[in-house]
């Protein structure tokens, strides 16, 4: 951990910026960022003021007139080299991830491997940004569309993926021919000042001019004047549906555009056809894995009464066997929480759940002693609950799962569906009908849909994000890059006259 920290730590101090070339002094306060591991000061970096965030944009609008220039391949062939130096750097980046977010190694790995994949997506895509040619109505016409860059998109990203959630926005953007402004959460900017780190080297060895890729420090407030700047032409944040609610008015109120992804509330069903043992594993590191803190993470198991009683005891079991504590140790399953404010929000939902009527089944609550000095560590809760229990409703961003009761798979669904977030889904089944009926318009209306896998955990390559209070928008792959660029209908005429649509007769 020592390497890591000195290869990241120390060129962090007191800079708040990054122009993708060099840090950027900032002369903000100061943030600490404090390992939800051990409680360890692992870095202080400055906040940007309302000036440094305004030399930053315009270092960034400056660079978009010259980065837009460079062919698509070319500036995919530089997210190419940024992928191969994320390869030579994985454990390394990923250890660094796991130490300051808590999740677990593999996790962290994971999650530079996420970014990794991405990189290797926008390469593909920057040959591939595709329009579609129409057959004009009038003669010796021609139609066709094309995508231009937006100019300086701005991501706003949370704790919880502190690295690849910017990157699936920010190599997308750069294939596309934008800048990138990035305000990561402040409980994680060592995180985020190494990503840039790792940047710049390829940057530098390809002479990408600064200002391509900025990173800037600081608290909601930075987030607000992104949102109500315009000279950013699309904002893209990730984070809570409170948050989301306030970035995405700013930017309505200056007909700005927005790419929300928010909140979720998935639940998976466990029918009487499902292997219960493939869902159990899928419930179980859809609600633990990385301490429940993923917005795709499993929060409620919908069980079919018949098999009810048999799960429930299996995934009792599975709880007891997990390890909780250091997430640098391989052995362990569950890391801590962020902070300790968000172990008070686990211990807020808890006392709500007896106290609205629902029943924890599990050992619950905060851990102390030995390993849990820091007071993050808490152990993932299994509730059960009726489909009335108001605390469910809420994204409670900690490992508690409720587990439901159903009847008919349409009971299932509405239940399912009757939570005002709809990021992430599934159903676990081998029978074709249950499967086709949750996948088909009367199933489940989140954005993600799955079936015999969990809520959380999704590839790259599919567009992602989720409906009603998630947000709507879409990251990542499919054709989530068309929100990142803007969409140019041509119309050419090569003949003598002047025919206009329609069949109007227009002569002077
Ligand atoms: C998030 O929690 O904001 O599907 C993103 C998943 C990950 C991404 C989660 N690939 O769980």
Redesign the pocket.
């Given at each position: 951990m020592e390497a890591v920290l000195d290869q990241f730590a120390i060129r962090a101090h007191n800079n708040g910026g990054f122009d993708g070339i060099a840090h950027q002094l900032t002369k903000g306060q100061e943030i600490s960022s404090f390992s939800p591991v051990d409680a360890r000061l692992i870095a202080k970096v400055t906040t940007a003021t309302q000036a440094d965030y305004q030399a930053i944009i315009q270092k960034a609008a400056d660079a978009f007139l010259i980065w837009r220039t460079w062919p698509a391949p070319k500036r995919g062939d530089i997210i190419r080299q940024f992928a191969e130096a994320l390869r030579a750097q994985k454990q390394m980046l990923g250890k660094l991830v796991s130490y300051e977010m808590g999740k677990s190694l593999v996790e962290g790995a994971g999650e530079v491997q996420?970014m990794i994949d991405i990189c290797d997506f926008a390469v593909g895509l920057s040959r591939q940004l595709h329009g579609l040619t129409m057959h004009s109505e009038r003669p010796s016409h021609r139609m066709y569309e094309q995508w231009h860059p937006l100019g300086v998109v701005g991501i706003i990203t949370?704790f919880?993926?502190p690295v690849?959630?910017w990157s699936w926005n920010a190599m997308i953007a750069l294939v596309a021919g934008n800048v990138t402004v990035w305000k990561p959460s402040e409980k994680t900017p060592l995180a985020a000042q190494a990503c840039l780190q790792i940047l710049s080297t390829v940057f530098k060895v390809n002479q990408v001019p600064a200002g391509v890729c900025n990173l800037v420090q600081g608290s909601g407030e930075i987030g607000q004047m992104m949102a109500a700047d315009p000279a950013i032409s699309l904002v893209s944040a990730?984070g809570s549906t409170r948050m989301g609610m306030s970035v995405g008015q700013t930017v309505a109120a200056r007909l700005g555009k927005c790419l929300l992804?928010l909140g979720g509330n998935n639940a998976i069903i466990i029918t009487q056809n499902a292997n219960l043992d493939l869902a159990l594993t899928g419930a179980v590191f859809g609600a633990v894995g990385t301490a429940g803190q993923?917005?795709?993470t499993t929060r409620r198991l919908i069980i079919h009464e018949a098999v009810y009683e048999q799960f429930v005891e299996k995934l009792k079991k599975a709880y007891e066997q997990l390890v909780i504590g250091n997430p640098l140790d391989p052995k362990v399953h569950v890391g801590p929480l962020i902070d300790q404010q968000a172990v008070l929000q686990y211990e807020a939902a808890l006392v709500a759940i007896e106290n609205q009527g629902g029943q924890i089944l599990s050992k619950a609550g905060k851990l102390s002693g030995d390993g849990f000095e820091s007071g993050c560590y808490v152990r993932p809760c299994i509730a059960a609950a009726n489909s009335d229990l108001a605390i469910m409703q809420q994204e409670t961003f900690a490992p508690i799962l409720y587990v439901i009761k159903y009847k008919t798979l349409q009971e299932a669904i509405q239940i399912q569906n009757g939570v005002p977030q709809g990021l992430?889904s599934a159903i676990m089944t081998d029978n074709l009908k249950e499967a086709e009926q949750f996948l088909s318009v009367l199933g489940s209306d989140c954005g993600i849909a799955n079936v015999n896998i969990g809520t959380?955990?999704?590839e790259?390559g599919g567009a992602?994000g989720g409906e009603k209070q998630t947000g709507g928008g879409r990251e990542s792959g499919s054709d989530a890059w068309k929100a990142y660029m803007r969409r140019q209908t041509s119309t050419i005429n090569y003949g003598d006259d002047l025919p206009l649509a329609q069949g109007i007769d227009f002569h002077l």
């Open positions: 996420e949370a919880n993926f690849a959630v990730t992804e993923r917005c795709t992430s959380s955990g999704a790259i992602f």
